[in-house]
RNA sequence: GCCAACGUAGCUCAACCGGUAGAGCGGCGCAUUCGUAAUGCGUAGGUUGAGGGUUCGAGUCCCUCCGUUGGCUCCA
């Protein structure tokens, strides 16, 4: 048989051989770094046979394909060790799946539960296992046979997962005294993956759903060295300390106050001034892009609801107030409110595209656990737009959005990706309609040259969406922006425009919002800058600093001429040292000090130090504001 | 909602086997009048998340509830 290598060259073989023997042909060295292999696309193990004609790649641990490997067996390990630990009867084996830098494993214990504290436990056995190199061997069962086996050590979930594999046969796999369904691929040896942690336990329902049993899953990460094992640790170390739920009230930009509003945060002074310069920048761009800014009631009669098919699809999340024996609904979204203002006059196709927007306030129900500070709310500001179109001006419509949100996205610094979601089966509308919007919306992402994924299945059930997530500066993603195109809105409602013909069409609505929600891009905005803001949306912008209280006439009279200029500025009074104040403002993160004593009131001049810590004496005042208004004319980050 | 852990001063944390709550920071007062990340001294601050139980005695043990954290589900 014949194997096609990455270069394009080739080599017969007349015996079944694997991946490893030709790695071994190649070089030891080469051997000594596989972690498997990739035969015609699919990942094989190191010392799997192959007896066929296949394209091979062998795949290393540099390799961005190695995870699969090693974090796969490092999730049988973790397993291995649970049983050893609680028992081989005692435990029901879940799945154990690899994910974006690490993997789990979910777990029943029959006599028991796992805590935080077993996990160094669990640790230790792991490294055992490890140090025992055991030889990981891979063979296959019928489907009969395999369902037996399993039903005889009393893995009801394995049997259950085994009875809806179509293939006749299934695989196995076998590391010392343990045995596991598993499609594999795995590294050839306990030993050859050394750098792990365990993170979290959790519970997770058995396949997702709240009617199975809950088991428990633990968490753990792995990677091919040290350092990237410690590099990761390092980043999630970095991520608690920016985490906004701390950085935020420590800030003074917000808080939530769990005992009378849970999930609504309460934002003080400084936090509404990041946010009205936010709402400032998103209505300044809408306006250029030809959008109208609107206001709607925060509370509808739940007629309207009825109508928009949210009381059929939305009434878990809503909540819902009467009066006079009427029964109202808080809104969930604004769509309802701006389909009305459509609705309120006659609308010529000459009048379309119709944008409109606004900074809606919205309260969902969102159950307690899932709350999490200001990522997971129950009452956010949406800047939510929906343009009426034409069917023949989407993509034209949608193109316009995609750059919208780019310019909009600019000033923070964040990369972002997107994601095409296609028609889900549960959905409202023709096929034609669905390829056609759904064609119209890939074809703005290709002209444009935006990367995306596609998201089979994943749309809205009234249409396809263009999801946006940005990348902060940990690498995280977050959803934010979202476009959506809405053929049900339009009929439920029966919106109509009058076309050159004189007849009424149906238009089209595209749903769209580009922060998002304004609390969850603030959140973000917290962790990706650290609470160190670009100036522009810095509270305060600049703080003055007297050296002593003789200077603070002076302190005083800069304060002023920086405030009529504009500047969001503070004077720090108190009757402290220098270094203490420069340390509180450090610490506050506020962009530029201006420290003034003897010398600066003499040459009428200030110093300046900057949050990076660096220092420029006898600056101009004039300099320095035309220096910062330039920073905040330019959005700088 | 479910699983697990947690809840002590504004913040960070301490209090042994159940023996009657303590420190730093911050606040306030006084002194100091200061040159680029913490001046010194003094002082106030607590129904130990809430309620119930066991006990001579509960921050500590048990039960119920509330909340937080990490997940499951859903989503902006």
Redesign the pocket.
């Known amino acids: 048989m014949k194997v096609i290598f990455p270069d394009g060259s080739e080599k017969n073989y007349n015996e079944p051989i694997t991946p490893g023997q030709i790695a071994k042909e190649i070089s030891e060295g080469l051997y000594r770094n596989a972690v498997g292999a990739i035969v015609n696309d699919e990942l094989w193990d190191l010392e799997r046979p192959i007896d066929f004609d296949c394209r091979l790649k062998i795949i290393t641990k540099k390799d961005k394909e190695s995870p699969e490997f090693y974090r796969h067996t490092m999730a049988h390990i973790m397993a291995q060790a649970v049983m050893r630990i609680y028992g081989e009867d005692n435990v029901r084996l879940g799945i154990g799946p690899t994910i974006e830098n690490g993997f789990y494993y979910d777990f029943e214990i029959l006599n028991g ?1 796992i ?3 077993d996990l160094e436990n669990i640790e230790k056995e792991m490294k055992k296992i490890i140090k025992e190199n055991l030889q990981i061997e891979r063979f296959e069962l019928s489907k009969e046979e395999a369902i037996k086996f399993m039903k005889e050590k009393g893995q009801i979930y394995k049997v259950e997962l085994i009875e809806e594999i179509e293939d006749e046969k299934v695989s196995f796999y076998k590391q010392g005294e343990f045995i596991d369904l598993c499609r594999g691929p795995h590294l050839p040896r306990t030993g050859l993956i050394k750098h792990f942690k365990l ?7 058995w396949r ?3 009617k199975n049993p ?1 088991l ?2 633990i ?1 753990g990460t792995a990677f091919a060295t040290k350092d990237e094992l410690e590099e990761y640790l390092k980043m999630i170390e970095e991520a608690k300390k920016r ?1 906004h ?2 950085l935020g ?2 800030l003074g930009l917000f808080f ?1 106050n ?2 009378v509003a ?2 609504m945060p309460i934002f003080l002074p400084k936090g509404s001034i990041i946010l009205n310069e936010l709402m400032q920048f998103s209505r300044g761009l809408h306006k250029q892009y030809g959008y109208l800014e609107v206001m709607t009631p925060l509370v509808m009669n739940v007629k309207l609801w009825h109508q928009s098919g949210h009381w059929d699809h939305y009434k878990e ?1 809503m909540y819902f107030t009467e009066k006079e024996n009427v029964e109202y609904a808080i809104k969930p979204m604004n769509c309802p409110g701006h389909i009305l203002i459509y609705k309120n006059s006659v609308v010529s196709y000459r009048d379309l595209p119709i944008r409109m927007f606004e900074f809606g306030k919205v309260h ?1 129900y ?8 200001l ?4 009452a ?1 500001t ?1 800047d939510d737009a929906h343009i009426f179109c034409r069917q023949d001006q989407i993509e034209e419509e949608v193109t316009s959005v995609v750059r919208l949100i780019d310019e909009l996205y600019k000033p923070f610094g964040f990369t972002y990706r997107a994601t095409l979601s296609t028609m889900p089966e549960d959905h409202m509308g023709d096929e034609e309609t669905w390829d056609k919007a759904t064609e119209a919306l890939r074809k703005v992402l290709e002209d444009i040259g935006l990367d995306f994924d596609v998201a089979e299945g994943e749309g ?1 059930f009234y249409g396809p969406k263009v ?1 946006f997530h940005v990348r902060d500066s940990l690498g995280r993603e977050w ?4 476009i959506q195109l809405d053929f049900q809105m339009p009929e439920r409602f029966d919106l109509t425009y009058v076309d050159k013909n004189g007849k009424e069409v149906r238009p089209v609505m595209i749903h769209t ?1 580009k922060y ?2 304004l ?2 891009f603030f959140g973000i905005l917290i962790e990706h800058f650290a609470g160190a803001f670009p100036l522009w949306i810095s509270p305060v912008q600049v703080i003055i600093l007297p ?5 603070v006439e002076y302190a005083e009279k800069i304060f002023n001429t920086l405030t009529q200029n504009g500047l969001r500025v503070q004077v720090d009074k ?7 104040k ?2 509180e403002a ?2 506050n993160k506020i962009p530029y ?1 201006i ?7 003499m040459e009428k001049t200030i ?1 300046v ?1 900057n ?1 990076e ?1 660096k ?1 420029f ?1 006898g600056i101009s005042i004039e300099n320095f504001i035309d220096e910062l208004k330039k920073e905040i004319k330019e959005r700088r980050y």
């Open positions: 539960t805590n935080e504290s993170l979290s336990v959790s519970g997770a329902y997702g759903s709240e809950m428990q899953r968490y985490d739920r701390k009230p420590k939530i769990t005992d849970a999930g999340n969902r969102e159950r307690s656990g899932v709350l999490h500070g990522l997971r709310v129950r956010f949406q809205a999801d959803q934010c922006a979202t919002a998002g929600s609390e969850r050296v002593s209280d003789k200077y108190r009757n402290e040292t220098l270094g203490y420069i340390r450090q610490i000090m420290i003034v004593g003897e010398k600066e009131e110093s130090r949050r810590g220092e004496k």
